[in-house]
């Protein structure tokens, strides 16, 4: 059964900075594509990152966020600079066996969530 497991959400001001965890077992994570989608009170769950080989980003968070990997450590990390009230949401990990990663769809197994608060 895989699990996933996210860690270091927060409540941080406006500017500053979070680092997100996502530690994973019961697959062979170097094989999986590994995202972090976000979902805010009254809106849809969306896209935010995932890295397979390579790393993809949405658009509303390129060049402040970056997604990385440890195979070694079965860890996937979301390092997240310059955040804005916007961001404010629950942040979900999710792992996909595919290498499709901007929809949820694709994506089979999920943690349970971690909380980021950005204050104005």
């Known amino acids: 059964q895989v699990q996933l497991v996210e860690s270091g959400g927060g409540l941080v001001q406006a500017g500053g900075s979070l680092r997100l965890s996502c530690a994973a077992s019961?697959?062979?994570?170097?094989?999986?594509?590994m995202g972090w989608f976000r979902q805010a009170p009254g809106k849809e769950r969306e896209f935010v990152a995932a890295?397979?080989?390579?790393?993809y980003y949405a658009n509303s968070v390129k060049g402040r966020f970056t997604i990385s990997r440890d195979n070694a450590k079965n860890t996937v990390y979301l390092q997240m600079n310059s955040l804005k009230p916007e961001d404010t949401a629950v942040y979900y990990c999710?792992?996909?066996?595919?290498?499709?990663?901007?929809?949820?769809?694709?994506?089979?197994?999920w943690g349970q969530g971690t909380q980021v608060t950005v204050s104005s």
């Open positions: 019961g697959h062979t994570f170097s094989t999986y594509s």
């Open positions: 999710a792992a996909s066996p595919s290498g499709r990663v901007y929809s949820s769809s694709q994506y089979g197994y």
């Open positions: 890295i397979n080989r390579s790393p």
